[in-house]
C-alpha cells in the first residue's frame, strides 16, 4: 500500500548512544518533514526537506541530523541521546508546489531514552 | 506570524450528541486549513481540508467550514459515535512556503 513507512515502531536507548529513526515514501512526494510529539505541546518540526538534497531546520532541531538523498527516503539521526529525547516521532511527506497540499504521516516511532 | 489556537480538552460526549471543536488561526494571506484525527497508538491521519473561503471540508459525518471574516475553521458532526473517540488537530498550510502550523490537539471520549 502507498504511503509513509517508519521503522522501527519502538526504540529504547540508553543516554549518550546515537541511532537513526528510518523514514520511506512511495507517493513520490516532494517533501518530507519530521515531528516530535510530546503531552501537552502538540505536533513540532525538527527538520524538513523539499526535495533531494535539500533540508532546513524545523522548530526543535538541535540534537537531529537529516540528509535527503533520494526522494523516497528521509532519516533522522540521533547523535548523542538524551532523555529529553522521549518522545514519539512521526515523519511525514505531501505533494509540494509552492505550498504544502496536506500531509500523509507514518505511523510513528516511539523512542524512550534511559 | 501564522499560528492556529483549537480549544482545549478534554472533551467527552455521549454517543449520539453533536460536536464542535473550536479552531481559529492567524494568517497572511489564504491558507489551506486542515483536519487531523489520531486513533490511539497510531499516526495521524487527514480528516477533511478546505483550500479556500468559504469551502465545506466533509468527511465521516464530520464538516468544518473556512470562514475568512471570523478566521475559523470549526469541526462538527451531529452525532458522534464511540468510533469517534480520538485526538483532533486543526493545522493551517500557509499560503505561500513550507510552513505547515499544527493546533495542540483536542482529545474526544465518546461514551456509550
Known amino acids: 500500500n502507498a504511503g509513509v513507512t517508519q521503522t522501527p515502531k519502538f526504540q529504547v536507548l540508553k543516554t549518550g548512544q546515537s541511532m537513526t529513526l528510518q523514514c520511506a515514501q512511495d507517493m513520490n512526494h516532494e517533501y518530507m518533514s519530521w515531528y516530535r510529539q510530546d503531552p501537552g505541546m502538540g505536533l513540532r518540526l525538527i527538520h524538513y526537506?523539499?526535495?533531494?538534497?535539500?533540508?532546513d531546520q524545523g522548530e526543535v532541531p538541535n540534537g537531529y541530523n537529516v540528509s535527503r538523498s533520494t526522494t523516497e527516503d528521509f532519516p533522522l539521526r540521533l547523535l548523542s541521546a538524551a532523555p529529553s529525547q522521549t518522545s514519539v516521532y512521526f515523519c511525514?511527506?505531501?505533494?509540494?508546489?509552492?505550498?504544502?497540499?496536506?500531509?500523509?504521516f507514518g505511523s510513528g516511532t516511539r523512542l524512550t531514552v534511559v | 506570524g501564522d499560528s492556529v489556537t483549537q480549544m482545549e480538552g478534554p472533551v467527552t460526549l455521549s454517543e449520539e450528541a453533536f460536536l464542535t471543536i473550536n479552531c481559529t488561526y492567524t494568517?497572511?494571506?489564504?491558507?489551506?486549513l486542515f483536519w487531523y484525527v489520531q486513533y490511539p497508538g497510531e499516526g495521524l491521519q487527514l480528516l477533511l481540508k478546505?483550500?479556500?473561503?468559504?469551502d465545506k471540508g466533509s468527511n465521516k459525518g464530520f464538516e468544518a467550514t473556512y470562514r475568512k471574516e471570523t478566521t475559523s475553521f470549526h469541526l462538527e458532526k451531529g452525532s458522534v459515535q464511540v468510533s469517534d473517540s480520538a485526538v483532533y488537530f486543526c493545522a493551517l498550510s500557509a499560503a505561500t512556503g513550507n510552513q505547515f502550523y499544527f493546533g495542540t490537539g483536542t482529545s474526544l471520549t465518546v461514551i456509550p
Open positions: 511525514a511527506s505531501s505533494y509540494y508546489a509552492g505550498r504544502n497540499y496536506g500531509y500523509t
Open positions: 526537506s523539499v526535495g533531494a538534497g535539500i533540508t
Open positions: 478546505a483550500t479556500k473561503a468559504d
Open positions: 494568517a497572511t494571506g489564504y491558507p489551506s
